[in-house]
Each structure stands twice: as C-alpha cells, then as structure tokens.
C-alpha cells in the first residue's frame, strides 16, 4: 500500500493577488458609457451620448423574427451565417454598389459590428503588431487592437476649409516594420464625414504598396446625404478594390435597421481569409442568432421605403443641429455628410471629458466627449442628433446658454 501524502505547507495565495492578463489594463473603460453611468442615475437627463436612434426596429422585420422562431430558427446555423442571408448581401453590393461577391467565400455573418471588428482586426495582428488608425475614431477599434496585444498608431485627420480629409503624408511617417493594417471608418463615428472617391483610391493604392491590410468599417454607409437620391449608400471601397486585395469591409444592421440590440453583423473579405474568420465565429460565439439571422434578412429584402424615410428625419436633424451649433459662441463645426452626429469643436476647451460632466450634472444634457475618440478629438463634443426633436431642441438651447454663460 502506498503511503499516504503529506500535508502540503504551501499556503496558497489570497484570489485577490493572482493577477488576470496585462493586457486588460491598456483597454481604458469608454468616457462615453463612464458619463452615461453616471447620467443613468439621473432624471430628466436628455441623452444625446449614445449612437443608437430613439427609432424602434420596424414592425416587418420584428414579426419576420417572431416567425422565424415559430418555424423553429432556433438551432445552430454555419458558423459563417446562413446562406439565405450571404446571398441576399451578395445581392445588396449587386444593386448598390455594382459589386459582384461570392457569399461562400467573402461574406461572413457576425454577431455585431463589434465582432466583426474583433474578426478582422485579429486576424491579421500578431502580437507586438501595430495598426494605424484615421482619428478621431470609434474607441473600439483601437481596444480591440490592444486586446490583440498590439499597438495601435493613430494619425489624425487634416481639418481645413471646414473639411476633413486623410493626411497622406502623416500616414506615409507613420508606417514601420511592424504595420499591418489601416482602419478607416467612413461615414465617420464621431465626425460625419466621408471620405470621398479620390481618397479612397489613394488609400487602397497606400496599402497596396506598403503590402498592409485596409479595414473598412463601413456600418453607417447607408446613413448618406449627398447622394443624388435620399438612400443612396455612401461609397464603398469595394467598389475599387480588385477581390484579390487585402481589404475587409465590416458592416451592421444596427444603424441603418435600428437593430442595435439584435447584435447582428457582417463582413466582406479576401476569399482566402473569408473560411477562416468563419472558422473564428466558432471559437467566438459561433454564430449570430439564427431567428435574428432570418430578421436581419427581411430588413434588406423589405427595408428600403422605411430606410428611406428614416434618412429623412436624421437629414433634418442634421440641418437643425448645425444652424443650431453655428450660431453658438466659439463653436466651429465641419458639416457631416453621413452618420448621424456632429463633432463641434469648441474654442479653448481642453478638458472634454469635463466639460461634458459640468454640462451633464449643471444642465442634465448628455454629450459624448471628444477626448472619448482619440488624441484628435480632445477640444471636441460628439452629439447623436438620431432622437427626438423634443430632446434634441431642448438639449441644444441648455447647451448654448451653458457655453454664453462660460461652460
């Protein structure tokens, strides 16, 4: 018989001081959900910090869904989407952007922009790896670089003659050994802007020859206003690229659908890499939800009259806020094209992240801070003009006798 063990002497050490991985803390807590945390514990608060439309999702693609659980859409699907969904993108970039796809190959599902973010950007970064970012920009791609154990560059936009456009010249200084990708996000979140024609075929040629991917994110695309007609999409890279290029393209239905809480995305990609971000689906969430899937389906079939009439009311808004803006003290603003926010830029504010708490708590008017956004966006606010005149009119007058009585 074998002896027994000893008692150990080792005492383990208290949970408390077993650390959890490094790189989590490089990924900062978001100014704009630390502010909203705070406005959720207020009333009254009129919220504009949020990008997401005070809209319900439409009726048609709410009861697609509903029947689409009650013809039993709830088991697994591939993990790169269903097929009746790639195929009916494959049509969407057919009719909109002249652009022909394989949906077995280059089109693959997610669960959310997000994701498809966290798709692409893994895929191509090892760690040590650095991405260059057009700023001011969404902070989630930026994160999701650092989780990936790399190390993001921003390079900030050129504002001039109340236009922004991509500074060649500071990506061209940005560019080392360890660069692999470029992310650009047009329409832009925060600014509005979209990049035009001209730039995105200098950028594509810029990765071209620097042998670096280009993502995409495109997720506001149908949100546009100088098309020749109201739904109109803003222009896709797709429409230049050569399939063989190392360009993704990540897209969602959450804006253009308001289906923020449908968590339902897409991605288009080389044809090579397409199967292996399908294969990552699995080891993420393996697939988006299948009746969301199957809703997500009728709403580009179905969803133009609706779309359409949505672009409306955020033109307006649009409209409203920069008249709006224009006429507060110190405040410049570049008009967006696309999206639904504007980025004013306000003379001597250094602190935005401040500014938006003293405005949040002194006025219950909740903004997005510019610093939120990048380095760039630091003496900026971000407003989501996506709600309701009755929270939009009232937020804008509180903010300019807030700025005329000296913020």
Same mark, same amino acid.
């Given at each position: 018989?074998?002896?027994?063990?000893?008692?150990?002497?080792?005492? %383990?050490? +208290?949970?408390?001081?077993?650390?959890? =991985?490094?790189?989590?803390? !490089?990924?900062? @807590? &978001?100014?704009?959900? #630390?502010?909203?945390?705070?406005?959720?514990?207020?009333?009254?608060?009129?919220?504009?910090?949020?990008?997401?439309?005070?809209? %319900?999702? +439409?009726?048609?693609?709410?009861?697609? =869904?509903?029947?689409?659980? !009650?013809?039993? @859409? &709830?088991?697994?699907? #591939?993990?790169?989407?269903?097929?009746?969904?790639?195929?009916?993108?494959?049509?969407?970039?057919?009719?909109?952007?002249?652009?022909?796809?394989?949906?077995?190959?280059?089109?693959?599902?997610?669960?959310?922009?997000?994701?498809?973010?966290?798709?692409?950007?893994?895929?191509?970064?090892?760690?040590?790896?650095?991405?260059?970012?057009?700023?001011?920009?969404?902070?989630?791609?930026?994160?999701?670089?650092?989780?990936?154990?790399?190390?993001?560059?921003?390079?900030?936009?050129?504002?001039?003659?109340?236009?922004?456009?991509?500074?060649?010249?500071?990506?061209?200084?940005?560019?080392?050994?360890?660069?692999?990708?470029?992310?650009?996000?047009?329409?832009?979140?925060?600014?509005?802007?979209?990049?035009?024609?001209?730039?995105?075929?200098?950028?594509?040629?810029?990765?071209?020859?620097?042998?670096?991917?280009?993502?995409?994110?495109?997720?506001?695309?149908?949100?546009?206003?100088?098309?020749?007609?109201?739904?109109?999409?803003?222009?896709?890279?797709?429409?230049?690229?050569?399939?063989?290029?190392?360009?993704?393209?990540?897209?969602?239905?959450?804006?253009?659908?308001?289906?923020?809480?449908?968590?339902?995305?897409?991605?288009?990609?080389?044809?090579?890499?397409?199967?292996?971000?399908?294969?990552?689906?699995?080891?993420?969430?393996?697939?988006?939800?299948?009746?969301?899937?199957?809703?997500?389906?009728?709403?580009?079939?179905?969803?133009?009259?609706?779309?359409?009439?949505?672009?409306?009311?955020?033109?307006?808004?649009?409209?409203?806020?920069?008249?709006?803006?224009?006429?507060?003290?110190?405040?410049?603003?570049?008009?967006?094209?696309?999206?639904?926010?504007?980025?004013?830029?306000?003379?001597?504010?250094?602190?935005?992240?401040?500014?938006?708490?003293?405005?949040?708590?002194?006025?219950?008017?909740?903004?997005?801070?510019?610093?939120?956004?990048?380095?760039?966006?630091?003496?900026?606010?971000?407003?989501?003009?996506?709600?309701?005149?009755?929270?939009?009119?009232?937020?804008?007058?509180?903010?300019?006798?807030?700025?005329?009585?000296?913020g």
């Amino acid at each position: 018989m074998s002896e027994p063990l000893a008692a150990s002497t080792h005492r %383990p050490a +208290p949970a408390a001081s077993i650390p959890f =991985a490094g790189s989590l803390d !490089r990924v900062p @807590y &978001t100014r704009i959900r #630390e502010l909203g945390e705070i406005a959720m514990g207020m009333d009254g608060v009129l919220r504009l910090y949020f990008g997401e439309s005070s809209l %319900p999702t +439409p009726k048609f693609i709410v009861d697609a =869904a509903v029947q689409a659980l !009650r013809e039993g @859409y &709830t088991f697994y699907s #591939e993990n790169a989407g269903l097929p009746s969904l790639r195929s009916e993108i494959a049509l969407h970039y057919r009719r909109h952007h002249g652009v022909e796809l394989d949906p077995g190959s280059e089109i693959v599902i997610t669960a959310s922009g997000v994701q498809a973010l966290h798709l692409a950007i893994r895929s191509v970064l090892d760690p040590g790896d650095e991405a260059i970012v057009i700023s001011p920009a969404w902070p989630n791609s930026a994160s999701i670089v650092a989780l990936s154990h790399g190390v993001e560059v921003q390079v900030p936009l050129a504002l001039a003659d109340e236009r922004y456009a991509i500074d060649f010249a500071a990506l061209e200084a940005a560019v080392s050994s360890r660069t692999r990708i470029v992310v650009l996000t047009s329409p832009s979140n925060p600014l509005g802007w979209v990049a035009d024609v001209g730039e995105q075929r200098r950028l594509l040629e810029f990765c071209r020859a620097h042998g670096l991917w280009l993502l995409a994110d495109e997720v506001y695309e149908r949100i546009y206003y100088d098309g020749s007609q109201t739904g109109e999409p803003a222009p896709s890279i797709l429409r230049l690229c050569d399939r063989g290029d190392a360009v993704t393209v990540v897209q969602s239905f959450s804006k253009s659908y308001c289906m923020t809480g449908w968590r339902v995305g897409w991605l288009v990609t080389r044809a090579d890499l397409g199967p292996k971000l399908a294969q990552l689906n699995e080891f993420y969430v393996s697939h988006a939800a299948t009746f969301a899937q199957v809703a997500a389906t009728t709403a580009l079939a179905d969803g133009e009259e609706s779309l359409c009439r949505m672009v409306e009311g955020y033109r307006a808004n649009r409209d409203f806020c920069v008249t709006a803006l224009r006429e507060m003290p110190g405040v410049k603003l570049a008009e967006p094209s696309g999206a639904f926010y504007v980025f004013p830029r306000i003379d001597g504010l250094e602190d935005s992240f401040a500014f938006c708490k003293r405005l949040l708590l002194e006025q219950r008017v909740g903004l997005a801070p510019g610093s939120a956004f990048g380095t760039a966006g630091e003496g900026s606010l971000r407003i989501c003009y996506a709600a309701e005149r009755s929270v939009l009119e009232p937020a804008l007058e509180r903010l300019d006798a807030f700025l005329r009585t000296g913020g």
